[in-house]
């Protein structure tokens, strides 16, 4: 969170921008009011301490040019002029503190660490909203690490260059997601998704279910049936559990990749096929090949790109986004309003390695929706969502240090986030290091 301090008297703003910088609080300063607002967005990070008696415009008017830009930025009026209407009337329309001067330093720090407070809570919501809509609108790939927003822009290249791929991930990480999307973000969005489960194929029926029947060949599709292989003409077709794929498809299946053809059951000549493939595996392929379990030349044509899906316990600074997602769409599922989380259900988010991955999650999330889990209510939570994922996500942060022994280093590498974003929580949460080690 920044502070953009306003007052065209230099030695003020020399004083207090010192205070501030003492205080490990960001800090910009400005002499001019209408240079100061073209610095402000809707997305400003911080709060806006201004003067009341400046040239150009008063620190009343900047305030309201700044509400229109956005209402909920934080202004705090400082001046040595106010009277009682003045104040009356800044406060009813929303500034959000007013300092007469002279003031300690110390004053106006608080009066902005409160504000700060108030700011990041109201971006908190506005993130929740923006990934509820991104869900709404076919991109539920939650998650802010490093390694899930690379793996959401690799996934974006991919997509365009409409190529095989391999995704590999632990079982309950989304692999059919990331399928999905790549799907709905390519140039094929339009045409049919295909899933085949390979691991579920009907025993003695595989060949049947995915290359169909040529017509005349079977009595109940006299005309001839397609496969899954062949309805995915034109779009995507997707592999789940490759590795499980049948022994005896497996050349049938490569032919497919190789040539982009299918010869259904009984055919005579193979049709032509325009699809893209993308396979799915929770095993390693490789050992797959060295048991026998999967032809090798098979392995090799599957693999052109490789996608991988990081297990939760990889990126755990995504729980509390993605538990908030899923138990405000679990309590909408049944009418009703997230519940207050207890303490329990915090530590459990913060601690857990979550073995089930997203899967075990989006359940344990439905469970404290439906007031399923043993842990009480805590009445003493915050109401509102943002504060709770705030509470729980300074819960992750402390037991993340607690396991490292207040390591930044191997606290980084276990909550998979940046090292900028971690250090700004901590001053968001008022959380040391040092009191770990």
Same mark, same amino acid.
């Given at each position: 969170m920044t502070t953009l301090l306003i007052d065209d008297d230099a030695t003020l703003r020399t004083v207090l921008r010192q205070a501030f910088e003492l205080e490990d609080m960001p800090v910009d300063v400005c002499g001019d009011p209408l240079e100061a607002l073209e610095r402000i967005t809707a997305g400003f990070d911080g709060t806006i301490v201004t003067d009341v008696r400046m040239p150009g415009i008063d620190g009343i008017e900047l305030f309201r040019r700044v509400h229109a830009i956005d209402p909920d930025i934080p202004v705090i009026v400082t001046t040595g002029h106010a009277d009682v209407p003045m104040v009356l009337d800044a406060l009813k329309r929303g500034v959000f503190d007013f300092i007469p001067k002279p003031f300690a330093a110390d004053h106006l720090i608080a009066s902005v660490r409160r504000a700060n407070e108030h700011r990041a809570?109201?971006?908190?919501?506005?993130?929740?909203?923006?990934?509820? &809509? $991104?869900?709404?609108? !076919?991109? *539920?790939?939650?998650? %802010?690490? /490093?390694?899930?927003?690379? +793996?959401r822009d690799t996934m974006r290249r991919?997509?365009?260059?409409?190529?095989?791929?391999?995704?590999?991930?632990?079982?309950?990480?989304?692999?059919?997601?990331?399928?999905?999307?790549?799907?709905?973000?390519?140039?094929?969005?339009?045409?049919?998704?295909?899933?085949?489960?390979?691991?579920?194929?009907?025993?003695?029926?595989?060949?049947?279910?995915?290359?169909?029947?040529?017509?005349?060949?079977? &009595? $109940?599709?006299?005309? !001839?049936? *397609?496969?899954?292989? %062949?309805? /995915?003409?034109?779009?995507? +077709?997707?592999?789940?559990e490759v590795g499980s794929m049948p022994l005896s498809v497996q050349g049938a299946l490569l032919r497919v990749i190789e040539e982009r053809e299918v010869l259904p059951i009984g055919g005579e000549r193979p049709r032509t096929l325009d699809l893209r493939i993308v396979a799915a595996t929770n095993v390693d392929l490789a050992a797959a090949v060295s048991d026998g379990r999967l032809r090798k030349d098979l392995y090799y044509r599957l693999t052109p790109v490789q996608l991988r899906v990081p297990p939760l316990r990889e990126r755990l600074a995504d729980v509390p986004l993605l538990f908030a997602f899923f138990l405000d769409q679990a309590a909408r599922g049944i009418g009703q309003a997230p519940p207050p989380i207890s303490r329990e259900v915090q530590i459990?988010?913060?601690?857990?390695?979550?073995?089930?991955?997203?899967?075990?999650?989006?359940?344990?999330?439905?469970?404290?929706?439906?007031?399923?889990?043993?842990?009480?209510?805590?009445?003493?939570?915050?109401?509102?969502?943002?504060?709770?994922?705030?509470?729980?996500?300074?819960g992750l942060i402390r037991a993340a240090l607690i396991h490292c022994a207040g390591d930044i280093p191997a606290t980084l590498a276990r909550l998979g986030t940046a090292r900028n974003t971690l250090y700004d929580k901590l001053k968001r949460y008022g959380i040391r290091p040092a009191d770990y080690r």
């Open positions: 809570l109201v971006l908190e919501n506005r993130r929740l909203r923006a990934l509820a &809509a $991104q869900a709404e609108d !076919g991109d *539920p790939l939650i998650g %802010e690490t /490093a390694v899930m927003t690379e +793996l991919v997509a365009l260059a409409d190529i095989d791929v391999l995704i590999e991930g632990e079982t309950g990480t989304g692999k059919e997601l990331v399928a999905l999307l790549l799907h709905r973000w390519g140039p094929r969005r339009a045409k049919p998704f295909v899933a085949v489960n390979c691991a579920a194929l009907p025993p003695g029926f595989a060949e049947a279910e995915l290359f169909g029947y040529a017509p005349g060949v079977h &009595a $109940q599709y006299r005309g !001839g049936q *397609p496969g899954r292989i %062949e309805m /995915a003409d034109g779009g995507t +077709l997707f592999l789940d459990h988010l913060s601690t857990h390695d979550w073995p089930g991955n997203v899967r075990e999650l989006r359940s344990y999330a439905q469970r404290v929706a439906h007031g399923l889990t043993t842990a009480p209510i805590d009445d003493d939570a915050p109401a509102d969502l943002a504060s709770q994922i705030a509470d729980f996500e300074a």
